[in-house]
């Protein structure tokens, strides 16, 4: 595999919710299509969140909705495994596996039919569909930290790495700040 080809990856501290608030805020128009650096590109994409329960997953993705112009109530798929939003013809998909206690719940669900390229799909627990899910573009994941939250942000694919090399995080001090390649 050639170094062009691996994954790369930006590891970031939120020391705050708002800080949390703004990476999503920052994602947001990337996965829109609406970023100013890259006009023209298309929106949609897929968004992996991963971390123990209460380390800000759902916090992240309502903040997303909230940023990407999903108005109303956003609830949590918890129990609905599933809530969807539609805005301007761009759908947003929030799922929830974590009640899956077998990786053949996720096809039987039926959700293999919304991985669509025009949409921007956001799964929290995806490991709980086992090896039924593609890669997504992007991978989060969320841990405890001493202050806050440490984030952990893996492309993998070219629209990912695009995305976090685009990715202008207003809440660090200097750019480059907190973000490694992953194959360094």
């Known amino acids: 595999m050639s170094d062009q080809d691996k994954d790369h990856a930006i590891e970031v501290d939120l020391p705050d919710e708002e800080a949390t608030i703004a990476l999503a805020r920052a994602l947001a128009p990337l996965l829109c299509g609406t970023h100013p650096a890259l006009?023209?590109?298309r929106p949609g994409g897929r968004i992996h969140l991963r971390g123990d329960l209460g380390a800000g997953k759902t916090s992240f993705a309502r903040a997303l909705l909230r940023a990407a112009g999903i108005k109303g109530r956003i609830k949590s798929p918890s129990y609905a495994l599933l809530e969807s939003y539609n805005l301007s013809n761009l759908y947003f998909y929030h799922l929830d596996f974590y009640r899956f206690s077998n990786t053949n719940e996720w096809v039987d669900a039926g959700f293999r039919d919304i991985l669509q390229q025009e949409a921007v799909i956001l799964i929290e627990w995806p490991e709980q569909?086992?090896?039924?899910?593609?890669?997504?573009?992007?991978?989060?994941?969320?841990?405890?930290a001493d202050i806050g939250r440490h984030a952990s942000l893996t492309?993998?694919?070219?629209?990912?790495?695009?995305?976090?090399?685009?990715?202008?995080?207003?809440?660090?001090?200097?750019?480059?700040?907190?973000?490694?390649?992953?194959d360094s």
Do not use: C, M
Request: proline share 13%; charged share 20%; glycine share 10%.
């Open 39 to 41: 006009p023209g590109a």
């Open 129 to 144: 569909a086992g090896s039924f899910l593609p890669p997504p573009d992007l991978d989060i994941k969320l841990d405890y």
């Open 155 to 182: 492309a993998h694919s070219n629209k990912g790495k695009l995305w976090l090399t685009t990715l202008v995080l207003p809440f660090q001090e200097s750019p480059g700040q907190g973000q490694r390649d992953a």
